[in-house]
Structures are given as structure tokens and as C-alpha cells.
């Protein structure tokens, strides 16, 4: 073995004892994957991946995404070895209280990880996402002699990511996009929580990704560090197809009693074992968390090369704005997360109007007005945009073909929808929304909840969201997705009533940070609010607002969202008819109303005035707290039915008449 060999595997096994050693100081996590792991996070970090230990956001850098995220030890290790802000400290505060190496890797709260992963499948999907978004940048500022973006996307999954459905819509949807610029690393070593995977899973992952139109590659010993390199290398030459390089490994190699055993997936190998496993690599025993010189410096020689093309990446795009200073200025503003000046003058203004726009008509025009002054807004839907209004009519679509394009086609693959715009709302300079009807909103919650976790802003377009769609039935009638959106942290969820408010919907969509936010659209007509008789729809802002008050203190508050304004504006009018003064307030968003100040909303919501009804075709859940405990609610506590919308709102209370009934049952008259 000559000397370049022998430091490579000590470093490997260095990786490897970090690993097991904070497992074991945390007494929790998952060692066995990062041993028999080890060779190709080495490979990545120690051979082809361009970072930036200094510099952990440079734009250009290859992305990593450990879907197997029970096995961050392996990340964290190789983090702290190249020059990460992760020091041995962090390694042995694993899995503690505040500390930055959380049990699953979590972006923000670490230097290096770029998207947070744990839920299997996840961050496979994500990965798509990642790599749309890069031919996606590369299309629109790339130029001849100025590569700016050519960097890759690399994973490393597990059996329990090739089991999950998620990961079969992504890699489906990847090779169909022929999306090259993937390379994942399956670390295949038969082993799950409970047992074998043969037990549940014999299929030939292999070739079910050469169906999906992948580059599949195989290598038979997790431990050939050149048979790595060398499927690495092949995967970087294969531009027109993601690569998968199925890496046949063993689950805790090294350990002589618990090596390819279920037992090393979830626990510490215990303290005799770790033993065991540093005598069996040629370690002292006695040492914990032990960095050799010479791995040290490999490491860190590798950190280097990237802090040395990163200069070179500034150097370039230096001279880049020199020659292209339109395009330049474009990409600064969007990696500073700012939005173009003036975009918002582009924001329709609708008339008053008796004839009815369906707030998904409104977004679809809102979309299309705003497209040409937000050059970074990108998406589209889950083969629904005819349905969902969400097709920007002046530009193409993306394609294998056409990379510049901003009308995305994701299929009927919900899942890995929500999951690509995670990774796309990761990448800076891109702006993306994904649309379904908001009864699949389910099958995006994962990604929602990683999205909200991470604080990022995927701007999710749900449609059709109520009884009010009429003939499809209690299946796709939503009843209680909009409280279980709402019950999610960090998620701001929008309901407007007309198509004014759409277009600041909209608006505070794209401004918003620190979380994804759920546009929420009928499918039915609504009547167009007329913006002088009634308070102004930028009140949207504030989550809540005065719509129209009574004449004098309001004996009663009508709340209510999307197309249940219009219903209590005209039940307002009948209770004024009976001499009752009553008060409207539209409630589009009940997280941005909760960001308010306190006098703010004792001016909508007065304590003096604890008569309420709340009006929402949703569940209930949630609303008493609005609506006191001298206030109701009409809402959905049963799922709907097949009929006409109006046929409906009548069957389950959505009428004028009830309204005023119930009103008048709170105010006891």
C-alpha cells in the first residue's frame, strides 16, 4: 500500500471513529451507517466536491444533501475535518440541548448542510429541485467564457430512501428532465430497523432506475475507494443523465460482533465494542475523538481547493459584470434575497363588479402581471395548471430542451412537487411556486413541514378550496386542511376574498421570509369588492381587517375568509335592515394578524365587543378563540357531498339567511 493509500484510509477510518465516538458520548443515534458510509463521504469531500469552508454560501459550490440523515455523524465529521465551522466540541455536544449538531442535520443551524433531512425520501426529492434550479441559473446567466453555475448535486441515500415513494415520483421526474447534473450515492447495505431488508424489500433498485432513465452504476465493495473515485468520475462525464452509483456496503464495518446487524442502525455500538472497532482500524482504545496530523491535513488541504476556486469564481464574475452589468445587478439584487424595484407597480388593481372572478382566476392574472418584473419566479403545478391558473402565458416551459423556461410540469407527483421546491427555494436567485388543488396538500406535507422547519419561502398555490367546487364530492372537498396548514409553526396561510386581495396576497407572498406561505383560491366566482365603498384589500397585510363597520359601536363582528366575505357583507346589510349594527372583518390570514401589535387588534376585535360569529366552509378548530365564548361559528363538521356549489352552501348553511339567524341567536334576539 503506498503512502497517498495509507493516509486516504486512515482518514476514512478517522471519519469512521469520530462517527461512532459521538454516538456513543451522546448515547443516542445511528453509527452504523457512517462506517460502512465512510469511503464515499471521503470521496465527495476529500476528492470532487467544490466548497467553501470559509465561505459555506458561495453560489457555485456542489451541493450535498445526506438523505440518510440518521447518519450525520458521517456529515458532521467530514464537516469539522475539512475547515467547517464544526469544531470537535460541537462532535461531542451530538444530539445536546442548543447544540449545532442535531440529530438529523438541520440547514441554519449548521455551517455546510445544506438542506435539512431525516425523513427518508426527502431529501432525495429535494435534490431535484436543487438541480432544476441550477440548469435553471446556468440557462439565464451563464454565457460563453462565464460558467458561473456548473456545479453538481450530490447525495448520499439509503435502503430506506429507495423504499419510499417520494424517491420514485423524484427519480421518475429527474430522468425525465435528464437532469445530469445528480449524482447519488446509494449506500446499499441491506440492513433496516428491523432486520434485513430482505424481509420487505428484494427489488432491482438497479434497474428500476436504468427504467427511469438514469446512469447506474455498481460498485461491489463499499471499501474499493478507487472503484468510487473512478464511478464518481464517470457520473461527473455523463451530463445528459442523473447518475445513481449503487455502492454495496456494510452496515457498521469494522465492528466484529454487531457488523451487518440491525442493532448498529439505531444505538450506540456500547463502550467494549468502540474498543473493539479502533483496535480492528489500528487506533489506541483509549482515545476519543482522535484526528491524526497527517488526516488533518488532508482534510484541510481539501477545504482549501475550494476556498481557492471560490477566488477564482469571484474573480470571474467580477469581470462578468463588466460585460454583462444588467444581468450582473439582476443576480446581486435576487442573492441578497431583495426583489427588483418597483415590482409591485405591476400589481393589477381589479374593479368593483357584480360578475364573479374565482380567486384563482385572479392569482392566474396576478401571476401573469407580475412575471416580467420578478425574472425569478419559477413554477407551476402537479399537472394542474389549466385548473389552478398558474401557467405564465408569456414564457416557455422548462424542459430537457429548454432550460430558460419558467413554466414547470411537474406531473401528477405531488410529493415530489412539494419536495423540488424545497430545493429550489434553498437556491438563491430562484423564486418558486407549485400548485394543486388544496385537498393534495396532503400528500405535500412533508415538505411543508421541512420548509417551515427550515424558514424558507416555497410559496405553495392551492385551489378548489371548499364545498364551493361543487360536483367532485367529499373527495376533493377540503373540510380540515385549512386548520391542519394553520397548525403548522412558521407557515403563514392566506385565504382572500376577491381578487383584490389575491393580487396582495401575492404581494405579501413574495415579500414574506422566514417561512413558507400557502395561497389559498376558489374554484367558484366571487364578487369583486368595490375598494372605495369598503376598507382597502392591503389591510390583507395585517392577517385582519375592518371591512365594513356599523354606524356607531357594533353590537356583533361578522369574521370570515375567501368566499365567505361576500356571504357576510349581505347577511351585514340584513341585520342592519333589523336595526342590529354589525361589524364585517375580513380574516384572510390568521398568522399575519397574530404578528400584530396589540392595539392593532383591539381595534378590529374590541374586548368590549364579545358577540361574534365567525363564517369559514372549514373546520371549526381554532376559530373560539376569535370568536370568544359568547360568539359561534358556522362551519364544515361533516365532510361535503356531490352537488352544484349552491346546492351546497344551502345543504350545509352558507346562506344568508342562516347567517343571520345564527347572529341573531348569539346576540339572543
Not at 129 to 137: E, M, P, R, S, V
Not at 434 to 440: D, I, K, Q, R, S
Amino acid at each position: 500500500m503506498d503512502s497517498t493509500h495509507q493516509i486516504e484510509e486512515l482518514a476514512i477510518n478517522t471519519v469512521r471513529t469520530l462517527s461512532i465516538d459521538g454516538v456513543q458520548k451522546a448515547n443516542s443515534g445511528h453509527p452504523g451507517m457512517p462506517m460502512g458510509a465512510a469511503p464515499m463521504g471521503h470521496v465527495l469531500y476529500g476528492h470532487y466536491m467544490n466548497f467553501n469552508p470559509k465561505n459555506p454560501d458561495w453560489a457555485n459550490r456542489d451541493r450535498f444533501i445526506l438523505s440518510a440523515g440518521h447518519g450525520c455523524m458521517l456529515q458532521y465529521s467530514l464537516l469539522h475535518l475539512t475547515g467547517f465551522d464544526v469544531s470537535i466540541d460541537d462532535l461531542k455536544n451530538f444530539r445536546q440541548l442548543h447544540s449545532k449538531t442535531a440529530g438529523h442535520p438541520e440547514y441554519g443551524l449548521i455551517d455546510g448542510v445544506d438542506v435539512t433531512t431525516g425523513p427518508l425520501g426527502q431529501g432525495f426529492a429535494n435534490g431535484i429541485g436543487f438541480a432544476i434550479a441550477q440548469k435553471h441559473l446556468a440557462a439565464r446567466y451563464n454565457k460563453p467564457g462565464f460558467d458561473l453555475f456548473d456545479y453538481k448535486i450530490y447525495a448520499i441515500c439509503s435502503d430506506g430512501d429507495m423504499m419510499e415513494g417520494v424517491t420514485s415520483e423524484a427519480a421518475s421526474l429527474a430522468g425525465h428532465l435528464e437532469l445530469g447534473n445528480l449524482i447519488y450515492l446509494y449506500d446499499d447495505n441491506h440492513i433496516s430497523i428491523e432486520g434485513s431488508t430482505d424481509i420487505a424489500f428484494n427489488e432491482d433498485v438497479a434497474k428500476r432506475f436504468e427504467a427511469y432513465g438514469w446512469h447506474v452504476q455498481v460498485v461491489n465493495d463499499g471499501n474499493d475507494i478507487t472503484g468510487i473515485i473512478n464511478a464518481v468520475r464517470n457520473a461527473k462525464a455523463e451530463t445528459q443523465k442523473p447518475s445513481l452509483i449503487k455502492v454495496r456496503t456494510q452496515i457498521a464495518y469494522g465492528s466484529p460482533n454487531k457488523v451487518n446487524t440491525a442493532g448498529s442502525h439505531g444505538s450506540p455500538l456500547g463502550a467494549d465494542e468502540i474498543k473493539l472497532v479502533k483496535e480492528f482500524f489500528g487506533f489506541d482504545p483509549e482515545k476519543s475523538f482522535y484526528v491524526p496530523d497527517e488526516v488533518a491535513e488532508f482534510y484541510q488541504a481539501a477545504g482549501k481547493k475550494g476556498t481557492d476556486a471560490n477566488q477564482k469564481w469571484d474573480e470571474l464574475f467580477l469581470k462578468y459584470k463588466e460585460k454583462f452589468p444588467e444581468l450582473a445587478a439582476e443576480y446581486e439584487l435576487a442573492q441578497k434575497g431583495e426583489l427588483p424595484e418597483n415590482w409591485k407597480d405591476a400589481l393589477p388593481v381589479f374593479p368593483a363588479s357584480k360578475d364573479k372572478m374565482a380567486t384563482r382566476q385572479a392569482s392566474g392574472k396576478v401571476l401573469n402581471a407580475i412575471a416580467g418584473s420578478l425574472p425569478g419566479l419559477i413554477g407551476g403545478a402537479a399537472d394542474l395548471a389549466p385548473s389552478t391558473e398558474t401557467n405564465l402565458k408569456e414564457y416557455d416551459s422548462f424542459t430537457s430542451e429548454n432550460r430558460g423556461g419558467r413554466n414547470f410540469h411537474f406531473g401528477i407527483r405531488e410529493h415530489a412537487m412539494g419536495s423540488a421546491l424545497v430545493g429550489m427555494a434553498l437556491t438563491k436567485g430562484v423564486i418558486p411556486f407549485g400548485a394543486t388543488f388544496l385537498m393534495f396538500s396532503e400528500y405535500m406535507r412533508p415538505p411543508i413541514r421541512l420548509a417551515a422547519i427550515m424558514k424558507i419561502r416555497p410559496i405553495f398555490v392551492y385551489t378548489h378550496d371548499s364545498i364551493g367546487l361543487g360536483e367532485d364530492g367529499t373527495t376533493h372537498q377540503p373540510v380540515e386542511q385549512l386548520i391542519s396548514l394553520r397548525s403548522i409553526p412558521n407557515i403563514t396561510v392566506i385565504r382572500p376574498a376577491d381578487a383584490n386581495e389575491t393580487a396582495h396576497a401575492w404581494r405579501v407572498a413574495l415579500e414574506h421570509k422566514d417561512g413558507p406561505v400557502a395561497l389559498v383560491f376558489t374554484r367558484q366566482g366571487l364578487p369583486v369588492l368595490d375598494q372605495d365603498k369598503y376598507g382597502k384589500a392591503e389591510g390583507l397585510e395585517k392577517g385582519a381587517y375592518v371591512l365594513s363597520d356599523s354606524e356607531g359601536t357594533p353590537e356583533l363582528i361578522l369574521i370570515a375568509t375567501g368566499s365567505e366575505v361576500a356571504l357576510v357583507l349581505d347577511a351585514q346589510a340584513k341585520l342592519k335592515e333589523k336595526g342590529i349594527a354589525a361589524r364585517v372583518v375580513s380574516m384572510p390570514s390568521w398568522e399575519l394578524f397574530e404578528k400584530q401589535d396589540t392595539v392593532y387588534k383591539e381595534e378590529v376585535f374590541p374586548k368590549a365587543v364579545r358577540k361574534r360569529l365567525a363564517v369559514e366552509t372549514g373546520s371549526p378548530l381554532g376559530w373560539h378563540k376569535y370568536v370568544t365564548d359568547e360568539g359561534d361559528i358556522i362551519a364544515m363538521t361533516t365532510f361535503g357531498e356531490s352537488a352544484p356549489a349552491d346546492e351546497l352552501y344551502k345543504e350545509f348553511g352558507f346562506t344568508v339567511d342562516n347567517v343571520v339567524g345564527k347572529a341573531l341567536g348569539v346576540l339572543g334576539k
